[in-house]
Each structure stands twice: as structure tokens, then as C-alpha cells.
């Protein structure tokens, strides 16, 4: 209720703002031109970056003093802080970064989003920006229309240049000719009240516009045009920050548990920085007044004085939080635990993963992880087998030898809960996602996609065998006995190989998958011609042996669909890797070929 009153009341008090004061109208265009430029920055990143940032990200964050740097760094060259939170969220959210890293990011974030001020406050005044402005918006409308996307990113980042400085110009403009019909200043509140009411008004400004890079561009304007007193411009800077996080706090509205982690961290470093500087405001003034002699800042320049106190009140913060972000991150933990649900959803494909063509690529291979995990366990259960002892070390031929007793699964409520849940959302984000990417992504998503499908297929071809197995597996003639337990032996063991290939992965593995899809077909053609011999020796009755012979091709279905699967999920190396060691893996015609010829020679011989 209260977010759909929110828009019309801010309608409404723009319509009061454009009626009381024409001068309003510019302060407000400028505004709306800086936001609009943010807008555009941000996209031009995403259309020029594909997948660069997502890369440097990932190798940069492996310690904490190289995330607070990433936040620093990339928020400084994009001037968004928002941009560099919803990435972060979304390489969370698909497992790529733990909290601590994020965390990290987020801090490094704070830092770098005072590099703005600092340059609207040491230029942006002091020159006429909307000389600068034309230009970029000329140049960068133009390559707006051209159809490389690495010339439409240019495009959006000259433009969104161009509107940034324009905005500027225009909440300079407004506020000099404004300040002789309305005096705000009139209106400032000395002491805690007025640090506590105008940390709030910053707070619901940044809120509004989602953008603290926008009011702080506001406060110092209305500054440098005396519109506001130094001591509101301060506690006017300090809500800003806090209200910055109703960004990532949006952000992870969609996300897991992680994201809102996340989000929940970013809150409290702002927030507590906030009351931080609002406690000590005396002192960090003094030493601000300190700093600003020893870097040669005149007495009477507020401007560059309020965004050193924005860098010293943020440097104060994270200093502060620093050692307390181990504590943080087991708090946060246990504050937002991972849901329990019956009915499995995704936990890596978020709504934000979608932007951003790396991280969807790897959120969509954690969810087809989960998928395999899933069907593994339903699979052994299938077999009437625990997952701990099939992948433990014990001796699978013995433990089936003496099992004595065969227990029961429902395979389809399973499937249904458990994998046919996670592939129809896997499908879905897929099909979102492919139509936009370039090639190496789209290429990835595919065999992912056939990776699902192969696992799918693994199951319903356990659900086959399952019937058949409930009635032979116990069955009083030792042979048709020995025999649906040399099938089940066949997925388990085959099971237990892959684990071991995924736990400790070699530069053979491809090789060695090839050798296992050899020695299946090699095996397949044998088992129709033991059976045969079973059924005219007596040992088995016809009806045992048709079962037989369609049963082992459901073993046959599980064991290439599972070798197809662990193929694209398993095989060590990179994406570019994994490509080639695909074109080097046989296909099933080039095996059934080498086993023709091993046949003749055997013959030969």
C-alpha cells in the first residue's frame, strides 16, 4: 500500500515544487538529467563490458585487501556504486563469492563512490560543463545507432557523460537564480536535531532517486550557492549514504539468501557509519579543518571541505567494520538461513544473474550441479542402495551380494520435488537469457541445457528399471538374481567412478570418459548374448530374459546419459578448455567403429 502511494506523492509535490517556483524546474531537470545519465553509464558498462568485469572480479577477490580495493577501483571508473552492488549480488548469488568478499566490495564501494564529489567539487563548479556536455551527446548519440555492441557501449557511457555534466550544469544554474526568490538557508537547524532531520531528508532524497551520487551533486550545489549551511551539508551527506543502500537492499529482494546477506551487511556499515559521524561530528570537523591545511584547502571552500568529510567519515568506517566482519558474516548467517523446502528451487538463478552473461553462464552450471546431485541420490535409491556407502569405499559387489531385503521409492515424487522443479526453471532462465549473448555463452548455456536433459532421462530410465527390479531382485532362482544385481552394479559403480572423477579431477579425464563409454557398449552387446545363453541353458525362463534384455538397455540410457552429463560438468580446465576437450571426445558412431574393429581383430586372432 504504501509503495503504490509513493510515486503519485511524489507527483504531487513535484506539481507543488514546478507551481511555487520556476526556478524549481531547473533544479529538478538537472536532476533528472543526472539520473538519467547514471542510467545510461551503467548501461554502456554492462554493453561494453561482456563478461570483462565479471572476470576481473573473480580473480580480484581472493583476498580481503583486493575486494575493498575491486570496490574502490571499479566504483571510482564507473561512478556507480550501484552498478558494482548488483554485480556483487549476482556473483553471490550464483556461488561465485562468499559474503566475506562481498562484503569486502561493498566497503571498497563506499570509498569509491566519494571520488564524485570530489571531482564535482575541485572542477565541476568551476567550469562551464555544458560546453563539455554537447559534444559527448552528439558523439555519443551517434554511436548509439551503429550496430556493434561494443560502439553502442561508447555511445551510453559518452552520453551518460554528457547528461551527467548537463545535470550539473542545470542544479548549478537553478539553484543561483533560486537562492534570490526563496532563501533556504533560512530554514537550517543548528545541533543534533539538525544533524539527526537533515541525515534524514538525505536519507529519503537518495531513497527517492536511488542515486547518492545525485544528492550529493544536489547538496553541493545548493552549497556552493549558500542555499544550505556547512553543518546540514554534512548530515545531509551522512543520510545520503544510508539511504544508498535501498539499492542493494532492492537488489536482493529477488536474490537468495546470500544476496539479502548481503544487502543486510551493506545496512549496517552504513548505518553505523552514520551514527558514527553524527556522534563525533565535532571531531571529524576539526579534523577535516586539520586535513584541509595540510592539503591547502581554503578556510571558506566548503565544497571540497564536505567531500573530504565524506571521504574521512567512509575511511572511518570501514577501518571501524574491518575487524568485525567475520562476526558480521556468522551473524548475518544466522539471521537469514538458506530456506527449507520441500519442493526444490533455485538457489544461483536470481532475476539479476540474467544481466550479466558469465554469471548467468555459471548459475546456471551450480543449479545443473544441483540437478546431477539430486538425481544421483534418487537413482542409488532407485537401486534400493544408500548414497554414503555407494560413494564411500566399502565393496559394492559384496554389499549388494548380501543385502536381503529391497526397500521402495517413489521415484515420480521424487522427480517431480527434487529435479523436474530445478530443470523447468533451468529451461526457463535459459530461454531468457541465450537470445542476447554472444556466442562463447550461448555455447555454454547449450550444453548445459543438454546436460539436464541427459540427467532427466538417467531417471526415468531408473523408474523403468525399478518395476522390473522389485519383482527379480529377491526372487528364489539364484540366477535372474546374480543377474539384476550385475545391472545394479553397473550404475553404482560407474556412480562411484564419476564422484571420484568430480573430487579429483586430471587432465586424462575426457580419456577416461571415453574408456567407460568403450567398455558400456562393449558390454551392452555382451549382455544380449549371456542372456540368450541363460534362457536356452534353462537357467532363466523367456519371460526373465525379455526383462533382462530391456532392463539393460535402461542400464545402458542411465550410464551414457550420466557419462553425456559428467562430460560438461566434471572435465577439469576452463570454458575454452572444456570446447576442445568436447571436439576430442568419440562420439557414439566413432566408438561403435572401434569396437567393430577390436571385434575383427579378436576374430583375426
Request: with cysteine.
Amino acid at each position: 500500500m504504501l509503495r503504490k502511494a509513493l510515486l503519485p506523492s511524489i507527483f504531487i509535490l513535484l506539481a507543488y515544487g514546478f507551481w511555487l517556483s520556476p526556478d524549481f524546474k531547473v533544479i529538478s531537470a538537472g536532476v533528472a538529467l543526472f539520473l538519467f545519465g547514471m542510467l545510461s553509464l551503467e548501461e554502456g558498462f554492462r554493453a561494453f563490458s561482456g563478461g570483462v568485469l565479471e572476470k576481473v572480479l573473480q580473480r580480484s577477490t581472493d583476498r580481503l585487501w583486493k575486494s575493498l580495493g575491486f570496490g574502490v577501483l571499479t566504483t571510482t571508473l564507473m561512478q556507480s556504486s550501484s552498478l558494482v552492488s548488483v554485480i556483487t549480488i549476482s556473483f553471490m548469488s550464483a556461488g561465485l563469492l562468499d559474503l566475506s568478499a562481498g562484503i569486502g566490495i561493498i566497503f571498497g564501494a563506499n570509498l569509491g563512490t566519494t571520488t564524485g564529489a570530489w571531482l564535482v567539487a575541485a572542477f565541476g563548479l568551476k567550469l562551464k560543463l555544458s560546453t563539455y556536455a554537447m559534444p559527448m551527446l552528439v558523439f555519443g548519440v551517434i554511436l548509439l545507432f551503429q550496430r556493434s555492441s561494443q560502439l553502442k557501449g561508447f555511445g551510453y557511457i559518452l552520453a551518460g557523460l554528457g547528461f551527467l555534466f548537463l545535470g550539473i550544469h542545470y542544479m548549478k544554474e537553478g539553484f543561483e537564480t533560486f537562492k534570490g526568490n526563496f532563501d533556504l538557508a533560512a530554514y537550517a537547524v543548528s545541533g543534533y536535531p539538525g544533524l539527526f532531520l537533515y541525515a534524514a531528508i538525505g536519507t529519503l532524497a537518495t531513497v527517492v532517486m536511488q542515486s547518492s551520487h545525485a544528492t550529493l551533486i544536489l547538496i553541493i550545489t545548493a552549497l556552493s550557492s549558500n542555499q544550505i549551511s556547512y553543518e546540514n551539508a554534512l548530515a545531509l551527506a551522512i543520510g545520503a549514504n544510508v539511504g544508498t543502500t535501498i539499492t542493494a537492499i532492492i537488489g536482493a529482494m529477488g536474490s537468495n539468501a546470500q544476496g539479502r546477506r548481503l544487502a543486510g551487511a551493506h545496512l549496517i556499515f552504513n548505518v553505523s557509519t552514520g551514527l558514527v559521524a553524527i556522534l563525533f561530528i565535532t571531531q571529524l570537523v576539526q579534523a577535516v579543518d586539520g586535513l584541509g591545511q595540510w592539503f591547502g584547502i581554503a578556510d571558506l571552500d566548503f565544497t571540497l571541505k564536505l567531500a573530504l568529510f565524506h571521504t574521512l567519515f567512509n575511511l572511518l568506517g570501514v577501518v571501524m567494520m574491518l575487524p568485525l566482519i567475520q562476526p558480521m558474516t556468522r551473524l548475518l548467517v544466522r539471521l537469514i538461513p538458506e530456506p527449507q523446502i520441500d519442493i526444490e528451487r533455485p538457489r544461483y538463478m536470481v532475476p539479476s544473474a540474467v544481466q550479466f552473461p558469465d554469471t548467468a553462464v555459471e548459475a546456471v552450471r551450480q543449479e545443473t550441479q544441483r540437478v546431477f546431485d539430486n538425481a544421483q541420490e534418487l537413482i542409488i535409491r532407485g537401486l534400493s542402495m544408500e548414497p554414503e556407502r555407494v560413494l564411500g569405499d566399502q565393496d559394492l559387489d559384496a554389499e549388494l551380494t548380501a543385502q536381503r531385503h529391497y526397500t521402495p521409492v517413489d521415484i515420480d515424487d521424487l522427480y517431480q520435488r527434487r529435479i523436474k522443479s530445478l530443470f523447468s526453471a533451468i529451461i526457463a532462465f535459459i530461454s531468457e537469457a541465450s537470445f542476447t549473448w554472444k556466442e562463447q555463452q550461448s555455447g555454454s548455456l547449450h550444453w548445459l541445457r543438454d546436460a539436464n536433459s541427459n540427467i532427466v532421462e538417467a531417471v526415468k530410465a531408473c523408474k523403468h528399471l525399478q518395476k522390473n527390479m522389485q519383482l527379480y531382485l529377491f526372487s528364489e532362482e539364484p540366477a535372474i538374481r546374480r543377474e539384476y544385481n550385475q545391472l545394479r552394479l553397473q550404475v553404482v559403480e560407474l556412480l562411484r567412478q564419476l564422484d571420484q572423477l568430480r573430487q579429483q579431477p586430471d587432465e586424462n579425464s575426457v580419456l577416461s570418459l571415453d574408456e567407460t563409454r568403450l567398455t558400456l557398449l562393449e558390454w551392452h552387446r555382451e549382455q544380449h548374448l549371456r542372456y540368450y545363453r541363460l534362457i536356452r541353458d534353462a537357467e532363466i525362463s523367456p519371460e526373465m530374459g525379455s526383462s533382462l534384455i530391456n532392463d539393460a538397455g535402461y542400464v545402458a540410457t542411465i550410464k551414457q546419459s550420466l557419462l553425456a552429463a559428467a562430460t560438461t560438468l566434471f572435465i577439469q580446465g576452463g570454458r575454452t578448455k572444456h570446447a576442445v576437450e568436447r571436439d576430442l571426445a568419440l562420439d557414439d558412431a566413432e566408438l561403435n567403429e572401434i569396437l567393430t574393429l577390436a571385434e575383427q581383430a579378436r576374430r583375426q586372432l
